[in-house]
């Protein structure tokens, strides 16, 4: 079970009063479905397709008794935001559902490629399970590569991204790039389109590595968890120089973009941190770090239940009230600075705006309904194993395989997205059956984690009172809107920016077209 | 069982410290027997669980600790949990039956969007024998085999369930 | 001794032979039959029916086993009659 206390509030912030809903005494008839929260002194209400409306608590009394009269501006705020029953545009409704639900047209697009779990780094809170650097064995060979390849290519989506992890990609070097040159290939024959990302820590980086990643356009991405003091503390090398290595592969790799012509806004290595409870205090030097070196989005991720994670966690856990009140002090700080012009996003806060403002999903898997499990993304282990999502895989290498869909030796693409638990985690991650979020006002944007919940409560389901994820999730979502009902245009203008999907059509290999020679072409 | 809690209505609950048991009766018009099978699998890696009917309408669950001893508040605590997973599965039950349409086109949705159409292998390699149906009027036989003549020669695919 | 369940507080000496009753109701015969297949080897089951319940007359090898070998079986037996979704 996990350390995590359940919460009786989502943030540290003070909680709002409650509606007294039988004072208020409630009639139906006039409103469309709906739901409703109290956020701070308003009261959010969110309807079946996912449009919002911040009232007053005068103005939610109104409609939720039926007395809004019919030539004011609130019933044409109600009507035109699709709340009235009278007015209730069925079609439109249904149009923003499927917007919502358009990711479920086409299978996995997110391959991960786990090609060895051999590390030259440990880190504290190590959700990969890595192996000493001397157990070659945990190596992924070239002929396991080429399979995974092939199953991934024949997906259903029409765009691929292989995903190198570890242990430390780098490690396995080539394995990556016997992967970027057939994949590459094959994606060609097929008409796929193909992206690669790398998550490493880039201590093992050259200058040859470094050339042959640019060449084929491999986006790379690291972690950074926070300050140089804070980050060799929980992710140790020998040499205990993590962090300057880091950074120096971080200043090469955007130098190396900028000479190509590429718009550095737009290209830059992206980092990764890891919230443990040291970083809490510390929101003000983390994100002071990142924008330092050039992010330009930080992802405010809690730390997770897997791997060593498990066992250190009395050290490294905390109550997520305390998380969440790290949160709104990072995001407070990243507004100030983007009042002050630097550009710089949180990414839970993206995900979750584009959902709330753009009435788009931006298909991060695990904040999806249904989540990404198997039909969204699938992780290939070092051995040919096949799992539902890198969580799975997680598990797997802790002693659990329930997520194990199949090895690349024997199984089919159809055998693995209709496998059995993959339908299983279909149905347990749609919140439309789902205790508590089927109720909740957040229920349009929200996602919950199978694997999360099995690993912290016993059953892919959970129980969302007591889930840590889910009070992330509203704490997060109750923030934001306390941002949206304040609306000052400066927080507006930033939430705009950081809702506007700009491509990197630089690291998309279209077919047609050569990885290597496009590569050469800013 | 010898104990009951002070904080739970009198009957429902009762602990034995020495079996390191816990007992609950749990009314089945309040929690149906999908909810009750639903929490009580739950457990089953930590707990030895066992149903009853001590009587007619009522059913008791009996949560063993595994490894033979648990404290006082170890028992209660599992016996909230239990409760509140029973209540979870209670709900996910009527929300499941009140819902149903909607969860079963998202799934099919999410899966057929994943999985495709089948190819002519795929379809080749279909093993439709395992589907057993009744087919009293024999409508699944071919004119041959409803007659007793030979079938015209068929080729036959047998491609395996790859890519 | 017989107990109908397990947890039933125990004798002073290990029970020769315990009793469960699995009332119809709740669990499915053959996952009864199955889960006693499962653990035959490791005790001696004696299997009768009453009108409400299949009835396991068992004690392990070893007869210390016997009171955690009956919870082993139900836990089987139970989970086997989740999976086929309930008694017929």
């Given at each position: 079970?996990?350390?995590?206390?359940?919460?009786?509030?989502?943030?540290?912030?003070?909680?709002?009063?409650?509606?007294?809903?039988?004072a208020?005494?409630p009639?139906?008839?006039?409103q469309?479905?709906?739901r409703?929260?109290?956020?701070g002194d308003r009261?959010?209400?969110?309807?079946?397709e996912?449009g919002?409306l911040?009232?007053?608590r005068?103005e939610?009394?109104q409609?939720?008794?039926?007395?809004?009269?019919a030539?004011?501006?609130?019933?044409?705020?109600?009507?035109?935001?699709?709340?009235?029953?009278?007015?209730?545009?069925?079609?439109?409704?249904?149009?923003?559902?499927?917007?919502?639900?358009?990711?479920?047209?086409?299978?996995?697009?997110?391959?991960?490629?786990?090609?060895?779990?051999?590390?030259?780094?440990?880190?504290?809170?190590?959700?990969a399970?890595?192996?000493?650097?001397?157990?070659?064995?945990?190596?992924?060979?070239?002929?396991i590569?080429?399979k995974?390849?092939?199953?991934?290519?024949?997906?259903?989506?029409?765009f691929?991204?292989?995903?190198f992890?570890?242990?430390?990609?780098?490690?396995?070097?080539p394995?990556?790039q016997?992967?970027?040159?057939?994949?590459?290939?094959r994606?060609?024959?097929?008409?796929k389109?193909?992206q690669?990302?790398?998550?490493?820590?880039f201590?093992?980086?050259?200058?040859a590595?470094?050339?042959?990643?640019i060449?084929?356009r491999?986006?790379?991405?690291?972690?950074i968890?926070?300050?140089?003091?804070l980050?060799?503390a929980?992710?140790k090398?020998?040499?205990?120089d993590?962090?300057?290595?880091?950074?120096?592969?971080?200043?090469?790799i955007?130098?190396?973009?900028?000479?190509?012509?590429?718009?550095?806004t737009?290209?830059?290595?992206?980092?990764?941190?890891?919230?443990?409870?040291?970083?809490l205090?510390?929101?003000?030097?983390?994100?002071?770090?990142?924008?330092?070196?050039?992010?330009?989005?930080?992802f405010?991720?809690?730390?997770?239940p897997?791997?060593?994670?498990?066992?250190?966690?009395?050290?490294?856990?905390?109550?997520?009230?305390?998380?969440?009140e790290?949160?709104?002090?990072?995001?407070?700080?990243m507004?100030?600075?983007?009042?002050?012009?630097v550009?710089?996003?949180e990414?839970?806060?993206?995900?979750?705006?584009?959902?709330?403002?753009?009435?788009?999903?931006p298909?991060?898997?695990?904040?999806?309904?249904?989540?990404?499990a198997?039909?969204?993304q699938?992780?290939?282990?070092?051995?040919?194993?096949?799992?539902?999502?890198?969580?799975g895989?997680?598990?797997?290498?802790?002693?659990?395989?329930?997520?194990?869909?199949?090895?690349v030796?024997?199984?089919?693409?159809?055998?693995?997205?209709?496998?059995?638990?993959?339908?299983?985690?279909?149905?347990?991650?749609?919140?439309d059956?789902?205790?508590?979020?089927?109720?909740?006002?957040?229920?349009p944007?929200?996602?919950?984690?199978?694997?999360?919940?099995?690993?912290?409560?016993?059953?892919?389901?959970?129980r969302?009172?007591?889930?840590s994820?889910?009070?992330?999730?509203?704490?997060?979502?109750?923030?934001?809107f306390?941002?949206?009902?304040?609306?000052?245009?400066?927080?507006?203008?930033?939430?705009?920016?950081?809702?506007?999907?700009?491509?990197?059509?630089?690291?998309?290999?279209?077919?047609?077209?050569?990885?290597s020679?496009?590569a050469?072409e800013p | 069982?010898?104990?009951?809690?002070?904080?739970?209505?009198a009957g429902l609950v009762?602990?034995?410290?020495?079996?390191?048991?816990?007992?609950?009766?749990?009314?089945?018009?309040?929690?149906?027997l999908?909810?009750?099978?639903?929490?009580?699998?739950?457990?089953?890696?930590?707990?030895?669980?066992?149903?009853?009917?001590?009587?007619p309408?009522?059913?008791?669950?009996t949560?063993?600790?595994?490894?033979?001893?648990?404290?006082a508040?170890?028992?209660?605590?599992?016996?909230?949990?239990?409760?509140?997973?029973?209540l979870?599965?209670?709900?996910?039950?009527?929300?499941?039956?009140?819902?149903?349409?909607?969860?079963?086109?998202?799934?099919?949705?999410?899966?057929?969007?994943a999985?495709?159409?089948?190819?002519?292998?795929?379809?080749?390699?279909?093993?439709?024998?395992?589907?057993?149906?009744d087919?009293p009027?024999?409508?699944?036989?071919?004119?041959?085999?409803?007659?007793g003549?030979?079938?015209?020669?068929a080729?036959?695919?047998?491609?395996?369930?790859?890519? | 001794?017989?107990?109908?369940?397990?947890?039933a507080?125990?004798?002073?000496?290990?029970?020769?032979?315990?009793d469960?009753?699995?009332?119809?109701?709740?669990?499915a015969?053959?996952?009864v039959?199955?889960?006693?297949?499962?653990f035959a080897?490791?005790?001696?089951?004696h299997?009768?029916?009453?009108?409400?319940?299949?009835?396991?007359?068992?004690?392990?090898?070893?007869?210390?086993?016997?009171r955690?070998?009956?919870?082993?079986?139900a836990?089987y037996?139970?989970g086997?009659?989740?999976?086929?979704g309930?008694?017929?």
């Amino acid at each position: 079970m996990s350390a995590v206390q359940p919460a009786t509030s989502s943030s540290s912030a003070s909680s709002p009063a409650p509606l007294d809903l039988v004072a208020l005494r409630p009639q139906a008839g006039t409103q469309a479905f709906f739901r409703h929260r109290v956020v701070g002194d308003r009261v959010l209400v969110t309807n079946f397709e996912g449009g919002w409306l911040l009232l007053t608590r005068p103005e939610f009394a109104q409609f939720a008794t039926g007395t809004v009269p019919a030539a004011s501006a609130l019933h044409d705020r109600l009507a035109a935001a699709n709340f009235l029953r009278a007015h209730y545009d069925v079609r439109r409704a249904a149009d923003a559902l499927a917007a919502r639900r358009r990711f479920l047209h086409a299978g996995p697009n997110l391959h991960i490629f786990v090609v060895t779990l051999r590390c030259n780094e440990t880190c504290v809170y190590c959700h990969a399970s890595r192996a000493n650097m001397d157990q070659v064995q945990t190596d992924m060979t070239p002929e396991i590569a080429e399979k995974a390849v092939e199953l991934a290519l024949r997906s259903t989506s029409p765009f691929i991204t292989i995903e190198f992890q570890g242990g430390e990609p780098l490690v396995n070097f080539p394995v990556v790039q016997h992967v970027c040159e057939y994949a590459g290939r094959r994606a060609q024959e097929l008409g796929k389109q193909l992206q690669f990302t790398m998550v490493s820590n880039f201590a093992l980086m050259d200058d040859a590595k470094l050339d042959f990643l640019i060449a084929h356009r491999v986006q790379l991405c690291t972690s950074i968890d926070g300050p140089e003091q804070l980050h060799n503390a929980q992710r140790k090398l020998p040499t205990m120089d993590a962090h300057q290595r880091a950074v120096h592969w971080i200043r090469r790799i955007n130098r190396r973009y900028e000479d190509m012509g590429l718009d550095p806004t737009l290209y830059h290595v992206e980092a990764l941190l890891t919230t443990t409870r040291e970083t809490l205090p510390r929101w003000k030097e983390v994100v002071d770090t990142y924008v330092g070196l050039g992010c330009k989005a930080l992802f405010l991720r809690p730390i997770d239940p897997f791997g060593f994670a498990d066992r250190t966690r009395l050290r490294l856990e905390y109550p997520r009230g305390a998380y969440l009140e790290f949160y709104r002090n990072a995001v407070d700080y990243m507004l100030e600075l983007n009042r002050q012009g630097v550009q710089v996003l949180e990414r839970y806060a993206g995900i979750f705006l584009t959902k709330i403002l753009r009435g788009e999903d931006p298909n991060f898997l695990d904040l999806r309904s249904p989540a990404g499990a198997g039909i969204g993304q699938l992780a290939y282990n070092y051995d040919g194993k096949i799992f539902s999502c890198d969580e799975g895989r997680m598990l797997h290498e802790m002693g659990d395989s329930k997520f194990q869909l199949g090895d690349v030796r024997t199984s089919s693409y159809r055998d693995l997205v209709g496998h059995e638990t993959v339908r299983a985690m279909v149905l347990a991650s749609n919140l439309d059956g789902q205790p508590d979020c089927v109720n909740c006002t957040y229920q349009p944007y929200c996602g919950t984690i199978p694997t999360f919940n099995y690993k912290n409560q016993g059953s892919i389901f959970g129980r969302m009172r007591e889930s840590s994820v889910c009070q992330v999730h509203k704490g997060i979502q109750d923030y934001l809107f306390e941002k949206l009902a304040a609306a000052d245009p400066a927080v507006l203008a930033a939430f705009d920016r950081w809702t506007t999907h700009r491509a990197r059509e630089h690291f998309v290999q279209t077919p047609g077209q050569a990885a290597s020679q496009a590569a050469l072409e800013p | 069982m010898q104990s009951s809690y002070p904080d739970i209505p009198a009957g429902l609950v009762a602990h034995d410290l020495t079996a390191a048991a816990v007992q609950l009766q749990v009314d089945p018009t309040i929690y149906p027997l999908q909810a009750i099978y639903g929490a009580a699998y739950i457990f089953i890696d930590r707990c030895y669980v066992f149903l009853e009917r001590p009587e007619p309408g009522q059913v008791r669950v009996t949560l063993t600790a595994k490894g033979g001893s648990a404290d006082a508040g170890a028992l209660r605590a599992l016996v909230g949990e239990f409760a509140n997973e029973l209540l979870g599965c209670a709900w996910r039950h009527q929300i499941t039956q009140d819902n149903r349409v909607l969860l079963e086109t998202v799934t099919m949705q999410a899966i057929a969007g994943a999985m495709g159409q089948p190819s002519l292998d795929d379809l080749a390699s279909f093993d439709f024998s395992d589907q057993g149906f009744d087919d009293p009027l024999g409508i699944a036989l071919s004119w041959e085999e409803k007659h007793g003549k030979k079938a015209p020669a068929a080729s036959t695919g047998d491609g395996e369930a790859q890519p | 001794m017989t107990a109908a369940d397990p947890s039933a507080p125990a004798a002073s000496d290990a029970p020769a032979f315990l009793d469960l009753r699995f009332h119809r109701e709740l669990y499915a015969g053959a996952a009864v039959d199955e889960a006693i297949k499962v653990f035959a080897r490791h005790g001696e089951f004696h299997l009768s029916e009453a009108a409400d319940a299949w009835c396991v007359h068992m004690r392990a090898l070893r007869p210390a086993l016997t009171r955690r070998l009956a919870h082993e079986l139900a836990n089987y037996a139970l989970g086997l009659t989740v999976q086929r979704g309930g008694p017929p």
